[in-house]
């Protein structure tokens, strides 16, 4: 099965722009995680999309939003972009609900400028 | 609440040395434990998983874990440690089905 996959793996935007990045789990899996990954802060919980619908979501400002589609690829949007939003954004893949594994993706290395 | 905790934050090791990361975490019911790896730049990689059954669990690229309920611990260990080995550990604890918490990270550096 291929894996987990990310587009863009790099981005450069600058302040007050917006961003949308994309997943595609791997087949089968309909449970879809974003993560931002800093130096400072490590991994954080963006939300998770399971069948379309948002399950869990962290604490983040409304600037970070998602989506999942129909076939279980994701999209994350971020508006008005800030210097803290530079990140590495990670996604992750599961199958089912309750007890599974996480896949993760390469990542989407966001820098704003 | 649910929280996981790696104390050592850079841990340096020779090559051939054995190496043990610590894990703790803290959760009310049995856990579901994981240990990822992420070499600079990418995602995590799964290293191995606990979900229930032997505490001792075997993963890829020679490395295991020890179970301990009662220390609410989940340790990472490699009897020889490989120069390929150096990049960033993460221990995670899967609770209610749904939600992970991962720790801070530890960081490896192997010295040839």
């Known amino acids: 099965k291929a894996g987990v996959t990310q587009t863009p793996r790099y981005l450069i935007k600058t302040r007050g722009q917006q961003v949308t990045l994309s997943c595609s789990p791997i087949s089968g899996h309909r449970s879809v995680s974003w993560y931002q990954q800093t130096p400072g802060q490590g991994l954080q919980f963006l939300f998770e999309?399971?069948?379309?619908?948002?399950?869990n979501k962290g604490n983040f400002p409304g600037r970070f939003s998602g989506r999942q589609f129909s076939n279980s690829r994701s999209e994350m949007n971020v508006s008005t972009l800030e210097l803290g939003d530079s990140a590495l954004y990670l996604c992750?893949?599961?199958?089912?609900?309750?007890?599974?594994?996480?896949?993760f993706g390469p990542g989407t290395r966001l820098t704003v400028l | 609440a649910q929280s996981v905790t790696q104390p050592d934050i850079h841990i340096t090791v020779s090559e051939g040395a054995s190496l043990e990361l610590r894990c703790n975490y803290s959760y009310g019911a049995t856990p579901y434990l994981f240990w990822y790896v992420q070499s600079p730049g990418q995602g995590l990689q799964l290293l191995l998983k606990y979900f229930s059954g032997d505490t001792l669990v075997q993963g890829i690229k020679g490395f295991e874990a020890e179970f301990k309920r009662s220390q609410s611990s989940f340790n990472l260990r490699k009897p020889s440690v490989h120069w390929s080995d150096a990049a960033e550990y993460f221990c995670a604890v899967g609770a209610n089905g749904n939600q992970f918490y991962f720790g801070t990270g530890t960081s490896l550096t192997v010295i040839p």
């Open positions: 992750a893949s599961r199958g089912l609900a309750g007890a599974d594994t996480q896949y």
């Open positions: 999309y399971f069948s379309e619908t948002q399950r």
